[in-house]
């Protein structure tokens, strides 16, 4: 079982910026993806970024060029640093990590973020 817990959603005006932290700990493969996925009021769920043990890295394309994923492979944490952030950006954003070898899915309890304009 692998535990997530997300941190530094809140409230910011648009234009400004937050930096969201994740932490899994548990039965972590070596080889894994850690992402956010973001779901405002009456819609689906959807990808915002994410980012394999390999480097590789993956944006929604309404995010491309304004949030940043990093990760610590050490520590199993990963960051997603947005900035310019809009109205639209307002969600529940939740912290995921796929386990590649038993393609196991987990999710955090997710952190609100809410842009005002």
């Known amino acids: 079982q692998v535990q997530l817990v997300e941190s530094g959603g809140g409230l910011v005006q648009a234009g400004g910026s937050l930096r969201l932290s994740c932490a899994a700990s548990?039965?972590?493969?070596?080889?894994?993806?850690m992402g956010w996925y973001r779901q405002a009021p009456g819609k689906q769920r959807e990808l915002v970024a994410i980012?394999?043990?390999?480097?590789?890295?993956n944006y929604a394309d309404p995010v491309k060029g304004r949030f940043t994923i990093s990760r610590d492979n050490a520590k199993n944490t990963v960051d997603l640093q947005m900035n310019s952030l809009k109205p639209e950006d307002t969600a529940v954003y939740y912290c995921?990590?796929?386990?590649?070898?038993?393609?196991?899915?987990?999710w955090g309890q997710g952190t609100q973020v809410t842009v005002s304009s």
């Open positions: 980012m394999a043990t390999d480097g590789s890295r």
């Open positions: 995921k990590l796929t386990n590649f070898v038993s393609g196991s899915n987990f």
């Open positions: 548990g039965s972590i493969f070596s080889i894994n993806a």
